[in-house]
Nanobody, 120 residues
């Protein structure tokens, strides 16, 4: 059973930064999604086993995804945060690490979510 443990969420002022971490029980293709209150879950970023990356349009240029395979951990560095970035952020994983996957349905395993709140 794949386990994903997220950390790093919190409250930050607009323009600030946060780094989310997702510790996995192995090496997988990983993704980050977010869900704001009353909205559908949205793709944020993804990374494959060889370091290939994808980003959602709303976060390009502000967020950076990376991975440390020695720690089986994926990071999401979030800079220039805006109030509209407020959401629960989820990491996700799938065993096939060849591609970056941007669709929610492509992931089998999900973390419990971590709240990010950006105040104006």
């Amino acid at each position: 059973q794949v386990q994903l443990v997220e950390s790093g969420g919190g409250l930050v002022q607009a323009g600030g930064s946060l780094r989310l971490s997702c510790a996995a029980s192995g090496r997988y293709a990983m993704g980050w999604f977010r869900q704001a209150a009353g909205k559908e879950r949205e793709f944020v970023s993804a990374i494959n086993g060889s370091g290939g990356k994808s980003y959602g349009d709303s976060v390009k240029g502000r967020f950076t995804i990376s991975r440390d395979d020695a720690k089986n951990t994926v990071y999401l560095q979030m800079n220039s945060l805006k109030p509209e970035d407020t959401a629960v952020y989820y990491c996700a994983a799938r065993g096939d690490a060849y591609y970056t996957y941007t669709q929610e349905s492509q992931y089998r395993y999900w973390g419990q979510g971590t709240q990010v709140t950006v105040s104006s």
